[in-house]
T-cell receptor, first 109, second 113 residues
Framework: TQLLEQSPQFLSIQEGENLTVYCNSS?????LQWYRQEPGEGPVLLVT?????EVKKLKRLTFQFGDARKDSSLHITAAQPGDTGLYLC?????????FGTGTRLKVLA | GAGVSQTPSNKVTEKGKYVELRCDPI?????LYWYRQSLGQGPEFLIY????????DSGLPNDRFFAVRPEGSVSTLKIQRTERGDSAVYLC???????????FGPGTRLTVL
């Protein structure tokens, strides 16, 4: 069974702080995605990383795919209250998406 | 254009009853997925359709769960003899080549009393 573990599970920080969320698996994936989900809505895709070692930046968010394509990290610089939400990683193998356990982030003003 | 829609948004039923959950994907999307999300967890894969056929139903928990997509567009997830453990948010997503990005609906919150 493919499992994706995310850490931390919960994170509450002050506005302006930096944070990193980790996504780890024992399985290799062809690509890895990060989503953000707000209450009452479905997840929304933030980024897809494909190549081992790849780094992608999306404004204040930096995503990295591990060299072995088994793990990934999401770093947020200068967090804002609008970043609050559930962050999910998803490993992709052909058509199948395996979602991580989620990291619930709360950014306090 | 319209996104993925799901109806109903909330469904409360009693243990043992039958329920149907509907998903309207983005027009023209060939792939459709159903997921189940329990409180505080990530979505769990249930079934994947490519066109009208279920290409992978390995995530369906047992034979009480069944899904159809007869015309390759709208899909219905059917749950027989509901149990309290079936309570969750059921998410639907659709995608299409070339990038196959999944677009999710808002989900149906199912509560089995």
């Amino acid at each position: 069974t493919q499992l994706l573990e995310q850490s931390p599970q919960f994170l509450s920080i002050q506005e302006g702080e930096n944070l990193t969320v980790y996504c780890n698996s024992s399985s290799v994936f062809s690509s890895l995605q990060w989503y953000r989900q707000e209450p009452g809505e479905g997840p929304v895709l933030l980024v897809t990383v494909v190549t081992g070692g790849e780094v992608k930046k999306l404004k204040r968010l930096t995503f990295q795919f591990g060299d072995a394509r088994k793990d990934s990290s999401l770093h947020i610089t200068a967090a804002q209250p609008g970043d609050t939400g559930l962050y999910l990683c998803a490993g992709v193998s052909t058509y199948k998406y395996i979602f991580g356990t989620g990291t619930r982030l709360k950014v306090l003003a | 254009g319209a996104g993925v829609s799901q109806t109903p948004s909330n469904k409360v039923t009693e243990k043992g009853k039958y329920v149907e959950l509907r998903c309207d994907p983005i027009s023209g999307h060939t792939a459709l997925y159903w997921y189940r999300q329990s409180l505080g967890q990530g979505p769990e894969f249930l079934i994947y359709f490519q066109g009208t056929g279920a290409a992978d139903d390995s995530g369906l928990p047992n034979d009480r769960f069944f899904a159809v997509r007869p015309e390759g567009s709208v899909s219905t997830l059917k749950i027989q003899r509901t149990e309290r453990g079936d309570s969750a948010v059921y998410l639907c997503a659709s995608s299409s080549p070339p990038d196959n990005e999944q677009f999710f609906g808002p989900g149906t919150r199912l509560t089995v009393l």
